[in-house]
């Protein structure tokens, strides 16, 4: 790859009637001139409930973590194509390496993911809580007692939940959880005895409990408040602009607060606006 200082040398050369570049030698497009030259957002994305389910039987993707990204290109006066499912802990390689132009799901905001990707503003807020197996002995209002060798817990490396494991937990044990792992995947374990506990938001262990009733219960203390952001490629300031400049149209407008409530209802339980203190008065 040629580098920028390099691309300015060509620049200066050229003013003054020299000529140094070769004429083979190209400069990288950036996501942002792919998608303004194809006029399409190319996305990666994971599969967890509700954020961005996937039919099994035909593929189909859905959930408002899709339903909010496909508004942000409409309002673009762009096109977008789901190209690749991708492990939750692997998102920024894809982006680095082109195969997508944004991973569209609404991450939970691991800090260290910044070393190799940037967020957009986030679009809403989840209580995040801690769910145990059914027979585990503890208190159900406080979950400081899990922090303990003698527990363990299932994470998905690079996220939140590895996060939030690691700084409030960290005498416990954990095991890893596989990189395509859904929601259903992580909270398997827990149920079936294979860890003790996990982190998640609530909406898909109500749907959990409802095919498999009794077999899982909730600390009923949020132990994080994660806002979901699309990931975009490091550096690519035009590109983060340009989505971010979208996402605040949606989100002011009430136009992703429509979207969630279609998904999640009104349970503030469930989600939080990111909307303005002002839109939120009226």
């Known amino acids: 790859m040629v580098t920028k200082f390099s691309k300015y040398i060509c620049i200066v050369s050229a003013v003054i009637g020299l000529f140094f570049c070769t004429q083979g030698e190209a400069f990288a497009e950036t996501a942002f001139e792919r998608v303004v030259k194809t006029g399409i957002i190319h996305c990666g994305y994971s599969v967890w409930y509700p954020e961005l389910t996937k039919d099994p039987n035909t593929g189909k993707l859905s959930g408002y973590d899709y339903d909010v990204m496909n508004a942000v290109a409409q309002v673009l006066g762009l096109k977008i194509e789901w190209t690749e499912e991708v492990g939750w802990g692997a998102a920024e390689q894809g982006l680095a390496a082109g195969r997508y132009d944004v991973s569209c799901n609404g991450f939970w905001g691991p800090p260290a993911r910044t070393r190799g990707a940037f967020y957009s503003i986030p679009f809403v807020s989840h ?7 059914t027979d585990l002995v503890g208190s159900d209002d406080d979950y400081r007692w899990l922090n ?22 960290p005498k416990s044990q954990t095991i890893d959880a596989f990189e395509l792992s ?40 949020p132990v994080f408040f994660a806002k979901g952001a699309f990931l975009l490629p490091n550096d690519d ?46």
Do not use: C
């Open 148 to 169: 303990d060798q003698g527990y363990k817990a299932t994470v998905l490396r690079g996220t939140v939940h590895d996060v939030l494991t690691s700084t409030i937990f």
């Open 182 to 221: 859904s929601d259903g995947n992580v909270l398997l374990d827990v149920s079936s005895g294979k860890v003790d506990f996990t982190i998640s938001n609530l909406t898909p262990v109500q749907r959990f409990l409802s095919q498999n009733p009794g077999q899982l219960k909730v600390i009923d203390k």
């Open 237 to 282: 300031y035009r590109l983060k602009h340009m989505v971010d400049s979208a996402l605040e149209f949606l989100i002011e407008s009430g136009a992703v607060d429509k979207i969630m409530e279609r998904y999640m209802g009104d349970d503030k339980t469930q989600w939080l606006s990111v909307r303005s203190e002002n839109q939120r008065n009226k």
């Open 127 to 133: 209580p995040l809580f801690i769910v145990t197996k």
